[in-house]
C-alpha cells in the first residue's frame, strides 16, 4: 500500500511519462492478430503439400469471427489512461479513490474496445464436393465468393480455405 501511496503522489508528467510507455506495450502486443483470411499463410503452413478438392458452393452465408479472448493489452491501456485522467481529479484521499476508479473503468472500457476491434465479417461457406461429399468451411470474408461457383477447397496444412477456382 505504501509503494502505491506513493505512485499516487508522483508528479502529473510521470504519470502521463508512464502511461504513454504502458499504451505504448500495449499497443503493440496488440497488433499481433490471428487471421482466418483464405489468403493468409503462416510460414508453418508454407511449402507444406495440401491437398485440394474441387466442388460448387451450395451456400453461403455471412458470419462474424471473433478472437476467442483478449489479449489484455486493452486492459492495460485502458486502465492507464484511466489512472491518469483519474489522477488530475481532487485532492488527498479523493484523488487517490479516483486514480483507482479511473483506472477501473478504463480497465474496462480498453477491455470492451479490444473485444470489438476483435470481430471480423466472415462467411460460413457450404461446398459440395465432386466426389459427392458436402463440407462447411468458416473463413474470413475477405474473397468474393457466391452461388453455383466453382471453388477448390485446400486443406492439409493447417486450416481449411475455400478459394476460387482458376484456369477454367
Known sequence: MRSLSRALRATPSRLLIGA?????????????????????YTYGQAQREQ?????????V???????????????????????VVGSTIGGGTGRTLAVLGGAILGALAGDAVEERAGKKDGLEITVRLDNGETRVI??????????????????GAGPTRVTPMTGQ
Do not use: F, H, Y
Not at 476467442?68 to 486502465?79: E, F, I, K, L, P
Open 138 to 155: 468458416a473463413q474470413e470474408a475477405d474473397v468474393p465468393l457466391v452461388l453455383s461457383q466453382r471453388v477448390q477447397v485446400v486443406s
Open 61 to 83: 452465408r455471412p458470419i462474424t469471427l471473433q478472437n476467442d479472448r483478449t489479449s489484455g493489452a486493452g486492459v492495460v491501456a485502458g486502465g492507464a489512461v484511466g489512472g
Open 20 to 40: 504513454a510507455m504502458l499504451s505504448s506495450v500495449a499497443l503493440i502486443s496488440g497488433c499481433a492478430k490471428p487471421s482466418a483470411s483464405a489468403n493468409v
Open 51 to 59: 491437398v485440394v478438392r474441387n466442388g460448387t458452393i451450395v451456400g
